[in-house]
């Protein structure tokens, strides 16, 4: 595709349920983003993929959290026994390369966790 | 900590007035300083990307300067429309991470 897509776009999950968020970024594109956005603030860092090696995770808020990327292409967020406070926008950004290219980003997964 | 302060956080204007969106970041290693608008319930769209090399790029009425020494980008929005109305951030852009602001609300009254 064109851009980086994201899916689902919507997932509401029961508090204690386990989801799976997927990000295509853009073919090609090396370098992997997540972040999450909370209501009102900006996207916050979570992890950082280079090809297939995760390269920073420091921003993943607990254990319960988990990326992978096993083919340098695709990448799913796992978010284990989902909490209220997990509630948020998860976006994707990938690009080319390099550390001064553009990123592009996906439309986002809004998440609820009721 | 690296920080990207946004001002003002929101603006509201009437259409054809000309603005100024404010943005200040601490630490000048940056690699770049991206402009993103944000619309409700949609993902960002890359406006204008400035590398630290350059102190401005522009895109139709859009102009967004950089200067390092200070931490401060602005982007400038010429004869503002209502279609313009969306949350803007600014995102530095160090080693391998982008650090976003708050955004600024912008609100263009037709």
């Known amino acids: 595709g064109a851009g980086v897509s994201q899916s689902p776009r919507y997932k509401v999950a029961k508090r204690g349920q386990d989801v799976a968020l997927r990000c295509d970024p853009i073919s090609g594109h090396v370098s992997l983003f997540w972040y999450q956005q909370a209501l009102g603030q900006g996207p916050e860092f979570l992890t950082y993929f280079q090809n297939e090696a995760q390269l920073d995770k420091s921003g993943l808020p607990s254990d319960r959290f988990f990326a992978e990327r096993p083919e340098g292409s695709v990448s799913t967020l796992k978010i284990q026994r989902t909490q209220q406070e997990d509630s948020a926008v998860y976006l994707c950004?990938?690009?080319?390369?390099?550390?001064?290219?553009?990123?592009?980003f996906g439309q986002g997964t809004r998440l609820t966790v009721v | 900590k690296q920080e990207v302060t946004q001002i003002p956080a929101a603006l509201s204007v009437p259409e054809g007035e000309n603005l100024v969106l404010n943005c200040s970041f601490t630490?000048?290693?940056?690699?770049?300083l991206q402009w993103f608008r944000q619309d409700p319930g949609k993902g960002l769209t890359s406006l204008l990307l400035i590398q630290s090399s350059q102190r401005e790029q522009t895109s139709g009425r859009l102009n967004a300067s950089l200067d390092k020494s200070s931490g401060r980008s602005t982007l400038y929005i010429a004869a503002s429309q209502p279609g313009d109305s969306a949350t803007y951030l600014c995102?530095?852009?160090?080693?391998?991470?982008?650090?976003f602001g708050k955004g600024t609300l912008l609100t263009v009254n037709p």
């Open positions: 950004a990938s690009r080319v390369t390099g550390l001064d290219t553009e990123a592009f």
């Open positions: 995102v530095r852009g160090s080693n391998y991470k982008l650090t």
């Open positions: 630490d000048s290693a940056i690699y770049n």
